[in-house]
């Protein structure tokens, strides 16, 4: 038995008999129910939305390419149901970190395979967790996205760069997807120290800044976090942050076009349908 199985098996029986939890972990689920990464489906490399073979283009697919999209590329694991969804909850609202980062190592894998298709180096990107505030964090007892960010950094190799921050903002809980881009304008900032921190990170050339979030619902959180990223290092000499993504593990709700006006105008991809109690960020 390995170092690392006989932690993670402390870690269930702390998560199980101290915290009350009832479920399994997401290694234990996934075996459970032969979930496996290719059974997930394909999805579009711009918008991560579910598509057939050969329905992807240099441009993306028929739900995305001729729409303006606040990043460059786009990953998830996979939809928000089933094992995906409950493992999504019972980090997010339960605080089994143990499941969190078991997601996110397995977000790391999927995205291990795509940045060695593009031929990145892991020191040539960074991971970019959707922050919470101080207010959230204390309420909800764990800073989750944190969490799924240090499983895809342990993973990847990639490091974890907490460059946003989070402004307090009304709840998304509710809100339709025009209501929820409106809500999210100015919700993230840089922080002061950026370019010291991706000097401390020996990165000379960042190639793709990875903006991470447990569930993309319309996108609008993830739209303010790249938006913010791309403005804030259009303006630092000396690094070259040629693209940023939006990654999350599920992908809820059904596709339809919403015309959103954000950051200047523009057709933004947006998805309806909303889940219990599941707010973006």
């Not at 990464?37 to 995305?64: F, I």
């Not at 996108?219 to 913010?228: A, D, F, Q, V």
Request: hydrophobic share 35%; glycine share 12%.
């Amino acid at each position: 038995m390995t170092a690392r199985s006989v932690l993670s098996g402390m870690m269930e029986s702390v998560e199980t008999e101290l915290l009350g939890r009832r479920g399994v972990s997401f290694s234990i689920a996934k075996k459970n129910a032969g979930w496996t990464r290719e059974s997930r489906g394909l999805s579009c490399w711009r918008c991560a939305e579910s598509v057939g073979p050969h329905e992807t283009d240099g441009d993306g697919c028929a739900s995305c390419r001729s729409r303006k999209l606040a990043w460059d590329r786009s990953l998830r694991l996979g939809l928000h149901e089933g094992i995906l969804r409950d493992a999504v909850l019972d980090l997010k609202f339960r605080r089994w970190t143990l499941t969190g980062m078991q997601l996110g190592m397995e977000l790391g894998e999927a995205l291990n395979e795509r940045i060695q298709e593009m031929g990145i180096q892991p020191q040539e990107a960074g991971i970019v967790p959707i922050p919470m505030t101080h207010r959230r964090r204390i309420k909800r007892g764990v800073d989750h996205t944190l969490v799924l960010a240090r499983g895809v950094s342990k993973a990847t190799g990639i490091p974890v760069l907490r460059l946003l921050k989070a402004r307090n903002r009304s709840e998304q809980v509710g809100l339709s997807a025009t209501a929820r881009a409106k809500n999210m304008r100015g919700a993230f900032y840089t922080i002061n120290s950026t370019p010291r921190v991706l000097k401390s990170s020996n990165t000379s050339v960042l190639r793709a800044l990875i903006v991470l979030d447990d569930v993309r619902t319309t996108g609008s959180t993830l739209s303010e976090g790249c938006m913010c990223l791309k403005r804030v290092f259009g303006q630092i000499k000396g690094f070259s942050a040629t693209e940023v993504w939006s990654m999350s593990v599920t992908l809820a709700g059904s596709t339809r076009k919403v015309s959103v006006e954000y950051g200047g105008g523009g057709e933004l991809l947006s998805k309806g349908g909303e889940i219990e109690q599941e707010d973006d960020a």
